[in-house]
């Protein structure tokens, strides 16, 4: 079981509707007055064609400079750079990792000893070259992970989608001989979720045919499956329904906690879950917008509301913990392991074998402390605490990889806006850990400053934001600056250190500017909730008050403000543009969500309805209907340049969204519309280095000659 979120949910923030007749009735009737519902269809011809021909238009206007190659070719030597980190994630006696070069775009999966990683040239064992797999098969696969058998880690099942996109392949392999497994268990392309029972059997969600999927284009049912046998014989563990989000099964693979799961998303942010013993299934009797994690002994619960049992309450963001087994005994004596305040929130957690490490968020800044439980077996409370060494200011400290099966391993990532990502390596209880790696300076950091600054939203409430800017700037309104933002799934933007972003923004002289609204979890479920549904145009609110506050304080005007977003900060975006256009002077809009009364019927969208509402409940439509951009143009309003810019192989949100909104703004008149879709990379900005860099580029060329 995760540490915060379950299996498909987290799929869900970084995951094609199986429709039926009535569905595909429904579709119809909730656009029927939408001139532009022929670009909805993906891969028509007709919109291929339509998407080839802005796609033209933008690239000569912001990708055929000798400015726009420069900016490229230094996003691309970033990207490349083979002095960058090479992160590791632990399997057993071996540390592995996936690397994109301009040598091999699609990557290699590699791996390495601790010993030789330790070198500043360590030597990788190529276990797979995508590239040459590529080339060798004719495809284009884009990999997408492993899942690997623990403790040999020897047999994976391999994810390889074909064009960036969210759905995959998956086929067994071998690391062994380095090779896939002929005969081995193998899915063709749907949105699969799958997982290893044991060397013989997984557990698997995927496609199986008509009505097998959910509304919201997930795995319906779950079925555990037996080496050697058709597909078609796997054998049902649970059925839910069409309007759930997701049904999975999983084992805990722990040794001598071996235990099986299921769990059913009813949506984004609820959930049931069951132990799966014996051929029954138990519920674990959690409040359903809880988070459940099992680890060894212990049910440690995540709380995004007040929860109150065994005679006490326990305050939303909440982390308690107790026996596994005394609570499936009925048993309701919990220990908070922690408890917020106005200033912090739980970021996220890591098990070591002996240890809990907290992520903890103060004011968007990271601290760590590490919790140990109590040494009798039969004690549940006197879980002893001590922090960590602190964190450089305004940084970002994660826990990326620990080995809770066999030691209290753990690596940490720190980073900065202006500190290049350092990794450590330490072992809990015996001294301060070791740098292993250093990430290199892609810019000249000392000439910027990194500030933080609050601001008063409409309603009153505190929000932060950070800066980064030249040391020297003057506070006269005539900087460029860049203001991003995404405010949406209870998702925390924290500092972090970009190459990219130092060479072809802050190095132009440009301000660089993180606005923390609400929606996100910078401050914990409140936070997010803040936002939610009828209360989304807060998260709104909150970033157009970051938008003043720096035209205020004289950092900007609006004609050199720009914004960019994506995904839901693509919404955020569409929003900038239709209620706040006075603000900005230019909008990059990203593989966004805009057209809000069709939005559940594209792609992975009726996952969202939790976030956003139902459009197709007239009551909800009456507060959708406000933050929908497609719905919110006005011929008569002048808005600011605007890109758009999404991705053919998008199956999350889809590039239809983007297609729709600008071409009705070009069908109302409306000038500098901008528009660019990648045919690859799925909900990103490339399926390699080179497509990302080229993406990225014209991102901030577009925003940088519009800002002048």
């Not at 001294?431 to 400053?449: C, V, W």
């Not at 925390?492 to 301000?511: E, K």
């Not at 002077?585 to 939005?599: N, S």
């Not at 009551?619 to 991705?647: A, C, G, M, R």
């Amino acid at each position: 079981m995760t540490s915060k979120t379950s299996l498909w949910l987290a799929l869900a923030l970084g995951i094609t509707v199986s429709g039926t007749g009535t569905a595909q009735a429904t579709d119809q009737a909730a656009g029927s007055d939408d001139p532009y519902l022929w670009l909805e269809a993906t891969h028509d011809a007709r919109a291929m064609d339509w998407v080839k021909a802005q796609n033209a238009i933008t690239e000569k206007a912001f990708a055929s400079s000798a400015e726009f190659d420069r900016t490229r070719n230094q996003i691309l030597e970033v990207l490349d750079s083979n002095a960058r980190i090479p992160m590791v994630e632990r399997m057993g006696d071996w540390l592995y990792n996936f690397w994109q070069d301009k040598d091999h775009p699609r990557g290699l999966w590699r791996r390495t000893t601790l010993a030789e990683y330790r070198k500043a040239d360590p030597k990788w064992d190529v276990v797979l070259d995508v590239d040459a797999l590529n080339k060798t098969e004719g495809k284009r696969w884009v990999f997408k992970g492993a899942q690997c058998l623990r403790p040999a880690y020897t047999r994976c099942l391999l994810s390889l989608s074909p064009d960036g996109g969210d759905a995959v392949a998956v086929r067994e392999f071998d690391t062994t001989t380095k090779s896939f497994v002929k005969g081995g268990f193998e899915l063709p392309i749907a949105k699969t979720q799958v997982g290893w029972v044991d060397q013989n059997h997984i557990y698997v969600g995927t496609d199986f045919g008509p009505g097998s999927m959910t509304k919201s284009s997930y795995p319906r049912i779950a079925k555990e499956w037996t080496r050697g046998t058709p597909l078609a014989s796997a054998t049902e563990v649970y059925a839910g329904k069409p309007d759930d989000l997701a049904v999975s099964a999983y084992r805990d693979l722990t040794p001598g906690f071996e235990r099986d799961f299921v769990q059913v998303a009813t949506d984004f942010f609820h959930s049931e879950t069951f132990l799966r013993k014996d051929g029954k299934l138990v519920k674990l009797d959690i409040p359903s917008d809880a988070s459940a994690d099992a680890h060894r002994e212990w049910l440690l619960v995540t709380l995004r509301a007040p929860w109150t049992v065994g005679g006490t309450t326990y305050p939303n963001g909440s982390l308690v913990a107790t026996k596994f087994d005394d609570f499936m005994a009925g048993k309701r004596a919990f220990t908070v392991l922690f408890k917020p305040d106005a200033h912090t929130a739980l970021s996220n957690y890591a098990w070591t074998q002996h240890h809990l490490i907290l992520d903890v968020l103060d004011d968007v800044k990271s601290r760590l402390e590490v919790l140990t439980p109590p040494e009798n077996p039969a004690a549940a409370g006197d879980w002893r605490r001590e922090a960590m060494p602190g964190a450089p200011a305004m940084s970002t400290v994660e826990v990326v990889d620990t080995d809770p099966d066999h030691s209290d391993e753990y690596w940490l990532a720190i980073t900065g806006f202006l500190t290049p990502t350092t990794l450590e390596r330490g072992v809990l209880g015996q001294g301060k850990a070791e740098t292993i790696k250093h990430q290199p300076a892609f810019f000249d950091a000392s000439k910027f400053n990194v500030s933080q600054h609050f601001v008063i939203s409409k309603d009153g409430t505190r929000v932060p934001y950070f800066e980064i800017a030249p040391k020297n700037m003057k506070l006269d309104g005539s900087n460029r600056t860049l203001l991003y933002g995404y405010g949406g799934f209870e998702v925390s933007l924290q500092p972090f250190y970009s190459g990219s972003i130092g060479r072809a923004w802050l190095d132009r002289g440009g301000v660089y500017v993180i606005a923390n609204i609400r929606g996100g979890g910078e401050y914990g479920p409140a936070w997010h909730q803040a936002a939610l549904q009828a209360n989304r145009p807060k998260a709104y609110q909150d970033f157009a008050a970051v938008a003043e506050d720096l035209v205020k304080r004289g950092v900007t005007t609006a004609k050199h403000l720009g914004t960019e977003g994506g995904s839901n900060g693509g919404l955020l975006m569409g929003n900038m543009l239709t209620q706040y256009p006075q603000l900005f002077g230019a909008i990059a809009c990203e593989v966004p969500l805009l057209d809000m009364k069709r939005y559940i019927h594209l792609d992975a969208g009726a996952s969202w309805i939790a976030e956003y509402g139902n459009p197709d409940d007239p009551k909800q439509w009456d507060f959708i209907k406000s933050f929908s951009p497609y719905q919110n143009l006005h011929k008569e309003t002048h808005y600011p340049p605007v890109l758009f810019y999404t991705t053919t192989s998008d199956d999350r949100v889809g590039p239809a969204q983007a297609r729709k909104m600008a071409a009705k703004m070009e069908g109302m008149g409306i000038p500098n519309v901008w528009f660019y879709e990648n045919l690859e990379g799925g909900h990103g900005a490339g399926a390699d280095n080179k497509q990302s860099a080229h993406m990225h580029a014209m991102v901030y060329d577009f925003l940088w000659d519009k800002l002048q």
